[in-house]
């Protein structure tokens, strides 16, 4: 058991979930009280006392669920709520690995931190949870996961469900698991296993960890709850509780989608102003390997590893109190494979009024046709939900630079023989052409090539450099006109669009790295998506509002969506002795960027802007 005290911070390059590396904590700044989590049966519920001081690691993902391939199991002990009663923090612990760190030092190792120093905390029953945790300790027997396969079901595909459970102990003998399934809050069924005689799966640190499982048929009661609990020697030692969720769809009659009328975004009839966040949930097991980043925790949250609905409800309650209506995620075909988490995402924020955005991965015309993008919307039935606002298709992509880069890894150069049979048939042969520019067609060795990056960034005009735009328009309209046609064929309900990265739109923004002209797009997309990052240079309205016009000049009487813009005031570190000095100055250049830019898409009537 430990207690954190950052004032000397702990060396980041020793990592152990729960406890280690340091950025993973935050301070706790708007706490107004404190009570124990109630799905855990660890720590008694207690008045305790709210301490003056407190840090909270950021919640990993929940032992719910069966077969999700979870590392690591987080427990909330005690958590810290605003005066709003919205969730701030945890101010106590537990971690239980089942498979963590790559060298296995840490498989099967269980940590468990109180979050403060402060002795009025120990002092009115704070102490007597910490004996409480160390009797857990003592146990040894705990879950690692529990409950179903899956947190929401569709209706018209399930006639089953899977569950079971994983326990870690050291020996197995006189622990049971008994798996109560319950509807509206009546039991109806229930069944009890064994573990001396389960299924070992693996032995880590010289740690059993064995399985169970179960096939329930909703013939018999379709369960709303499934509650687990492991028993040693007949006495309860750990409960987990998870919901389920079924769903189907509202007919078409009662849907209303959004759509587009006068530039505008409107639904049922009425305008629609989006003020929007791009949502990456803040989960502890992002950045699990010491040397770098798990994706499975980061932009692919809701996978089944990383999934958590409890702690991505309550990050979203903060969204919606903070005043923001939508939020904007991406979503990857491997996840949606797993099954319904973006669906269960997706209806959960529909519950608390969010309308989403969705990138939808497989689709950006660069290095996919959008066979994933189809195949994702299918298998969410993602064109039966109409608090979706529209899919974003090609995430920050350009033309590039001719040798490539982040947002063409092929470069312009992947275009030279299209461009080639561009200028033959437009002019009928490459001669022709050369005398109406009157000048030669670039070369790369002996074939030939468009434009260098220094020739589309040269401010002498070029009859050449004119008609490779031309050409990049029409690849544009040809390439995403096929791609949207694709989508649409799937889903004709939804809007379609890509973020074009940071303020573009314009063909002589950053010229040499070719950005798609929103005249390009015109034919194709909904409406146009810029971003906007102007840090360390000075906000200048005039560059955005001419973003703005230039997109409403090329797609008259479609809305502007700002898909990104913000500014950090990330410090490298929650708990060095100047980070509250830094962090106040970057917190006030925050507020004065955002609020200059949300003043600049008000007042060039921008319809939607979602902060990153």
Known sequence: VCFLNYEKPVED??????????????????????????????????????????????????GTGFAMSKKTRFVPLIEIYDTKKLYSGSLAWMNI????????????????????????FYNANGLAAVLDVMRTLLNDSLFTEAGTTQYMYVDSETQTLDMGAYVRAVKMSGITVDIDLASNGKRIAAVSFDMDSALTIKQPAKVLLNMVSVNY???????????????????????????????????????????????????????????????????????????????????????????????????????????????????????????KNLLHFVDMCNSLGLYVDIFL????????????????????????????????????RTLGSYEGGYSNSKGRKALNEQWLNWVIKNYGSVSKAEQVWGESMPKSGEEYAGPTDAMLSGSNSSALVAAFRRFADEYLENTYGSITSYIKSADPYHLISSRAGAPSGTAMYSPGNMVFDAQGLAGVYDFYSPEFYD??????????????????????????????????????????????????????????????????????????????
């Open 13 to 62: 390059e020793y990592v152990l979930e729960g406890f280690s590396p340091q950025w993973k904590y935050y301070p706790i700044t708007n706490g107004a009280s404190c009570s124990t989590y109630e799905d855990q049966s660890f720590v008694a519920e207690r008045k305790y006392t709210l301490p003056n001081d407190a840090v909270s690691l950021s919640a990993g993902t929940q």
């Open 97 to 120: 690995n089942s498979a963590y760190s790559a060298d296995r030092s840490s498989n099967g190792s269980i940590t468990a931190c109180f979050g403060t120093n402060d002795p009025a």
């Open 217 to 339: 048929q909703l013939a018999a009661g379709k369960p709303d709850t499934v509650m687990i609990t492991l028993k040693k020697n007949g006495q309860p030692v750990d409960r987990i509780v998870q919901e389920m969720v079924y769903w189907s769809p509202k007919p078409l009659s009662e849907r209303r989608y959004v759509t587009i009328a006068n530039g505008e975004y409107m639904r049922n009839g009425k305008p629609l102003r989006i003020y929007g966040v791009n949502f990456l949930p803040n989960v502890s097991g992002y950045g699990f390997d010491a040397k770098g980043d798990d994706g499975l925790y980061h932009e692919q949250w809701w996978g089944s590893a990383s999934y958590d609905p409890d702690k991505v409800y309550k990050q979203l309650q903060r969204v919606k109190e903070l005043g923001f209506n939508a939020v904007a995620i991406n979503c990857y075909l491997e996840e949606a494979e797993q099954g």
């Open 361 to 396: 991965y497989g689709a950006d015309g660069v290095t996919t046709s959008g066979d994933q993008a189809v195949k994702i919307i299918e298998l969410q039935h993602l064109n039966e939900l109409d608090n979706i606002v529209a899919y974003d298709i090609a995430w920050e």
């Open 535 to 612: 840090e360390g240079s000075g906000y200048d309205k005039r560059d955005f509002a001419f973003v703005n016009l230039y997109a409403q000049f090329a797609m008259p009487d479609s809305p502007v969506v700002w898909k990104e813009f913000g500014e950090s005031v990330w410090q490298g570190s929650n708990f060095l002795s100047d980070t509250h000095v830094k962090r106040a100055a970057a917190l006030a250049s925050q507020v004065t960027t955002a609020k200059a830019i949300l003043d600049s898409a008000i007042s060039t009537h921008s319809t939607a802007v979602y902060w990153w």
